[in-house]
């Protein structure tokens, strides 16, 4: 096991503008181990949205961070995020994805649980002393910190860890203009895409907001941008990258494509364009010309450390990734729009998202062999040492495909880590 001693995994020398990653980072058992301990058992982890149960008795279940998640909403309403393993004999209680159930009970030994996690009944309950199933140690755990930000919910491990709000910093300004989109609510669209890559989970965190890759990696996409748009619309990518602080980071930038918020296209025809139009101006009497034209016609690379993307480009994707193996990672990815979206824009914007985003999209396929072939050359890594993060160094505002927020990622990883900095 590492200790932090011998860690060198993180170099930062400003003067030489050079800042440089151990590829021991992403190919190391005992890396992952800490990674476990350090980050995953300490750090705020996204779990849901709360428009995922929208009535009371709605579930669902989740793996987040290692562990076994139940998800509830109980008749008065409220959330409650449960340990899902039974106080008795530690069998899952629940083992369906969702649903909408009033109580859960243990299949092994028939405990039955309400969704606000207290016991209920137990056969043979004269077996037990007086008072059994009001113990506390006889309900359903609830994780230790559980804290909902513009309705997206997390859960963290650690009982003494910051606030939500605290832990988010400059990170809630985005998550704000994601949140901002609908003047009634944003909602999960559809079920989850799962998929895998047989790549280090860092590597996805890296890939999220990096710009520098769009116009090699998806250079197919441009291309076909070009030809759907007939040359009306430049294909091109213009923006910044920020380091948002607590590993959080986000590149921000005009593209090409529509976004049926209110950014039109060519394709989407005269009646497309009143109706965006529509859009834009209920934007602009809500939060003025300078707001409305950020929400509308720029986009977002958005990470939020270690492992929840944001991505509010053509269509808006989260997605969540963990560790199961250093080389190996599973992936989560919802879409996501506003609830009071016209059906029109509703299918411009499923569109999009499968087009790009999806599994099966123009990007993902791309990502996914760029990553894979990045684990694969780390065999090489004791002779090719060193991944190199120093694009944009020195720059007082660092463009869109620079690396400026790779940089505010490593240093917080480094700081949770080994307790340094980079």
């Known amino acids: 096991m590492l200790t932090p ?27 992952l181990e800490l990674e476990r301990e350090r980050i995953f058992d300490t750090c705020w ?24 998640i139940l998800l509830t909403r109980d008749a008065k309403g409220v959330l409650h995020a449960l340990l899902n393993t039974c106080p008795h004999r530690g069998a899952r209680v629940c083992r369906e994805r969702s649903g909408n159930a009033k109580s859960f009970q243990c299949f092994y030994h028939g405990w039955v649980f ?83 890559i047989r790549a280090n989970w860092k590597l996805l ?6 710009g520098y890759h769009a116009s090699t990696n998806h250079a197919t996409y441009l291309d076909y941008l070009r030809s759907t748009t007939g040359g009306l619309v430049p294909v091109k990518l213009e923006g910044i990258a920020r380091d948002l602080g607590n590993g959080h980071g986000v590149a921000e930038y005009s593209g090409p494509w529509g976004r049926p918020i209110a950014q039109w296209i060519p394709a989407w025809g005269e009646e497309g364009k009143q109706r965006l ?31 929840l993307v944001i ?43 499968l087009e790009f985003l999806g599994p099966g999209g123009f990007a993902t396929p791309d990502d996914i062999e760029a990553l894979e072939q990045c684990q694969a050359g780390f065999a090489n890594r004791s002779e090719v040492a060193w991944n190199d993060i120093s694009k944009g160094m020195g720059k007082a505002v660092p463009s869109y495909d620079d690396e400026a927020q790779m940089r505010g990622y490593w240093t917080e990883w480094n700081r949770r880590m080994f307790g340094g900095q980079a």
């Open 45 to 68: 982890l996204y779990l849901a949205h709360e428009s995922e149960l929208k009535k009371p008795g709605d579930f669902l279940t989740r793996s987040v961070g290692g562990r076994t």
């Open 277 to 307: 139009d529509a859009i834009y101006q209920k934007l602009v009497a809500r939060f003025g010309t300078e707001r409305a034209d950020r929400i509308a016609f720029t986009n977002r690379n958005l990470h939020i450390f270690p492992n």
């Open 205 to 210: 965190a890296e890939n999220s907001f990096d």
């Open 114 to 196: 309400g969704s606000d996690g207290h016991l209920r009944n137990l056969p043979g309950e004269e077996g037990y002393p007086e008072g059994f199933a009001q113990r506390p140690t006889s309900r359903l755990k609830p994780v230790p910190r559980f804290e909902s930000y513009r309705g997206f919910l997390f859960i963290c491990f650690d009982q003494n860890a910051v606030s939500l709000p605290d832990y988010l910093g400059n990170a809630k300004e985005y998550i704000d203009l994601v949140a901002d989109q609908s003047e009634v609510a944003m909602a999960v669209v559809g079920g989850t895409q799962e998929y895998s």
């Open 5 to 31: 001693t011998e860690a060198d995994i993180v170099r930062n020398d400003p003067a030489a503008r050079s800042f440089t990653v151990s590829r021991r980072a992403f190919a190391d058992q005992d890396i």
């Open 311 to 353: 991505n509010d480009i053509m269509a808006i994707t989260v997605r969540t990734f963990y560790p199961t193996a250093p080389d190996f990672m599973s992936i989560n990815a919802w879409a996501f729009a506003p609830v009071d979206e016209a059906p029109a824009e509703r299918q411009a914007r499923l569109f999009n998202f």
